[in-house]
């Protein structure tokens, strides 16, 4: 199969685990003959000022030390994607379809990877946490700064180390959702998943006829990418903490470990600008889940 003819994604990596769980779940869930799986880091050079320090001993010692970590940072880059090539390659990925890429940090990470995902990709992948503490701290500014900018392609943010096939789709007859089961069904064409269509309301009895109307048409939409009747289910849940509560919930009732939303999901404006948006509200509370986000 011609490169052209792959989806490609951008793996977000660092060295961390939370990292090679994204690789993981690209291993799990995508099909590994039309999949490029590119390993993205971004590294961050020695800074000019360090390379123009004095030549005198406190000078030389705090320079060696600096050098010190930057390639021991290189050596556990290396050691991680010789771990995620093997993950990848267990996974029936082909040597040619997994690429690693270092890039010298040229803006920020955000940036950067930002950058790179509108070179073609299908899809940007990345963990929940950072090699550090303090990227654990930034982590939903980081998120959400590419939950902003990230457009047309789903972002995809990891939790937990083990995954299933299994993926929930918060639906609503709204646009953003159409485009979600679409590009979840073009993604995930060649896998062997099993769809779950949730759409959370605020009573079951408000248009009952409207609503399933709705979630034929996203059964259909999945049929159009070769999807069975056999590994599709929808369900109408009634709105009773939140729905970004509820939805969590019910994927965890199907064994779900992947929630697809769109960006403002299923709450009015004025709800996003009262109690915090949807998808910010499934991101904390899916924590051991993949999230697909589409802006």
Same mark, same amino acid.
Request: charged residues 25%.
């Given at each position: ?6 989806? !490609? ?21 995508? @099909? ?16 000019? &000022?360090? !390379? ?16 010190? &970590?930057?390639?021991? %940072? ?25 690429? /690693?890429?270092? %890039? ?35 982590? @939903? ?34 646009? &953003? ?30 248009? %009952? ?16 990418? =070769? ?10 849940? /009634? ?6 509560? @509820? ?9 779900? @470990? ?6 403002? =999901? ?10 915090? %948006?949807?998808?910010? !509200? ?14």
């Amino acid at each position: 199969m011609a490169d052209e003819q792959k989806q !490609k994604i951008l793996i977000a990596v660092d060295g961390s685990e939370q990292s090679l769980n994204a690789v993981r779940y690209v291993a799990c869930i995508m @099909d590994p003959i039309s999949t490029i799986a590119v390993l993205f880091n971004v590294e961050n050079e020695m800074p000019q &000022w360090v !390379k123009e320090m004095g030549d005198d001993s406190y000078n030389r010692m705090k320079t060696a030390s600096i050098k010190q &970590w930057s390639l021991s %940072r290189k050596k556990v880059i290396k050691g991680f994607f010789d771990e995620a090539h093997a993950i990848l390659v267990n996974a029936g990925f082909p040597e040619d379809n997994i690429r /690693p890429v270092i %890039r010298a940090k040229q803006v920020s990470i955000a940036a950067d990877i930002l950058d790179e995902s509108k070179e073609g990709y299908s899809a940007v992948v990345m963990g929940r946490r950072g090699i550090s503490k303090l990227k654990d701290l930034l982590f @939903d500014s980081f998120a959400q700064n590419l939950i902003g900018k990230i457009k047309d392609i789903p972002l995809i943010i990891v939790g937990g180390k083990e995954f299933s096939r299994s993926i929930m789709i918060a639906y609503d007859p709204a646009v &953003w959702s159409k485009r979600n089961v679409n590009c979840v069904g073009s993604l995930l064409k060649s896998s062997s998943c099993n769809f779950h269509i949730c759409h959370a309301v605020a009573s079951k009895e408000i248009e %009952r006829e409207r609503i399933e109307r709705s979630m034929e048409e996203a059964r259909n939409l999945l049929h159009r990418f =070769g999807k069975p009747d056999t590994c599709i289910s929808s369900k109408v849940i /009634p709105i009773e903490r939140g729905a970004a509560i @509820d939805i969590v919930e019910a994927a965890l009732d199907h064994n779900c @470990d992947t929630i697809v939303v769109g960006r403002r =999901g299923l709450l009015s404006f004025y709800e996003e600008q009262i109690v915090g %948006r949807f998808t910010e !509200k499934i991101l904390k509370k899916a924590t051991q889940m993949a999230v697909w986000i589409l802006a």
